[in-house]
């Protein structure tokens, strides 16, 4: 069982960066990834990466955003860079299952991912 908790939310200003970092169990070398979501819309994938590192963006974060992990401490992150107020929404990481091989334009789809962790807030102000 893979259990999650993501922290590292807040409120910054347009323009400003956060890091935000998801913990729990079970990691191993599990396909993982990062979606957001506002209220009445879908959860969108971000960023996901693979239990060899590689990663793939959606192409309105790729540049800005960057996903890495740390397998020792059972940490995944996602350092968000030039934040933008259509950047505000509920933070979500997730795991799958499966293994699964990242490659570039590979975007993760929620239906994709078994694990989830409970959110975190973030609000970019303008």
């Known amino acids: 069982q893979v259990q999650l908790a993501e922290s590292g939310g807040g409120s910054v200003p347009s323009g400003g960066s956060l890091t935000l970092s998801c913990t729990g169990s079970g990691f191993n070398n599990k396909c993982m990834a990062w979606f957001r979501q506002n209220p009445g819309k879908e959860r969108e994938g971000l960023a996901a990466i693979d239990g060899d590192g590689y990663t793939s963006y959606a192409h309105f974060v790729k540049g800005r955003f960057t996903i890495s992990r740390d397998n020792a401490k059972n940490t995944l992150y996602l350092q968000m860079n030039s934040l933008q107020p259509e950047d505000t929404g509920m933070y979500y990481c997730?795991?799958?299952?499966?293994?699964?091989?990242?490659?570039?334009?590979?975007?993760?789809?929620?239906?994709?991912?078994?694990?989830w962790g409970h959110g975190t807030q973030v609000t970019v102000s303008s």
């Open positions: 997730a795991a799958r299952r499966a293994a699964c091989t990242v490659v570039p334009g590979f975007l993760p789809l929620e239906g994709a991912y078994n694990y």
